[in-house]
């Protein structure tokens, strides 16, 4: 995904790198449609390049009222990320077989290599903000069992809140490491409260844009 300006705002205005052969046609016309509405409801909170020891943070993004994938498509997205689901339902699959029904307060893991889908329920939109990284360090909460493939999705008492830590982690321009050390330490935290008997959370989460 890259940002573009336009106007006096940074919007998201490229989708997602499919799998072609996994994905196909349907994906192309969906990434259109995709692109059309993000630049009406999508705003980057955060986008770097930067590469550093520990690995890297990408993109941060929120998407209003985003309509998902086609039912029938896969995507391998190449790179860890997390969608958090501020309002709306639908569900989640992979190629690995896991079927899971999606709620406000839920939060979506992908992992580079595992072909999924997630949308929301037919003929609906949901709310969602989301973060892209890479590297060592995001590779070592997979290796401790917080960032499971086994439960690529979780639920998230007081969702709001931890995406403003995670957001407001991105939000220092100093040193590329020192933010990718920020954001990995409340990505752990953020992980270890998901283990944690829920709590109740909202059912119409607010975004921190």
């Known amino acids: 995904?890259?940002?573009?300006?336009?106007?006096?705002?940074?919007?998201?205005?490229?989708?997602?790198?499919?799998?072609?052969?996994?994905?196909?046609?349907?994906?192309?016309?969906?990434?259109?449609?995709?692109?059309?509405?993000?630049?009406?409801d999508g705003r980057v909170i955060f986008h770097s390049d930067a590469d550093t020891p520990l690995g890297k943070v990408v993109l941060a993004a929120v998407t209003a009222h985003h309509p998902g994938m086609p039912a029938d498509s896969r995507r391998v997205y190449g790179s860890y990320a997390?969608?958090?689901?501020?309002?709306?339902?639908?569900?989640?699959?992979?190629?690995r077989g896991t079927y899971r029904q999606i709620h406000s307060g839920d939060v979506i893991?992908?992992?580079?290599?595992?072909?999924?889908?997630?949308?929301?329920?037919?003929?609906?939109?949901?709310?969602?903000?989301?973060f892209v990284f890479d590297g060592p360090a995001f590779a070592m909460l997979r290796e401790v069992g917080l960032f499971d493939p086994v439960r690529p999705v979780v639920r998230l008492p007081r969702l709001s809140e931890w995406q403003s830590r995670l957001a407001t982690s991105l939000a220092d321009p100093g040193e590329?490491?020192?933010?990718?050390?920020?954001?990995?330490?409340?990505?752990?935290?953020?992980?270890?409260?998901a283990t944690l008997p829920n709590?109740?959370?909202?059912?119409?989460?607010?975004?921190?844009y």
């Open 82 to 95: 997390m969608t958090l689901v501020h309002r709306g339902e639908g569900e989640y699959r992979d190629d």
């Open 109 to 130: 893991l992908v992992f580079p290599e595992i072909a999924h889908n997630y949308r929301p329920t037919q003929g609906r939109m949901w709310d969602e903000s989301y």
């Open 1 to 40: 995904m890259v940002p573009s300006n336009v106007g006096d705002e940074t919007i998201i205005v490229t989708g997602t790198v499919f799998d072609h052969g996994s994905c196909g046609a349907a994906c192309h016309k969906w990434y259109n449609e995709w692109d059309m509405q993000a630049k009406r």
């Open 199 to 208: 709590q109740g959370v909202p059912k119409n989460d607010e975004i921190t």
């Open 176 to 193: 590329p490491s020192s933010r990718v050390a920020r954001f990995h330490s409340v990505l752990t935290e953020m992980l270890l409260a």
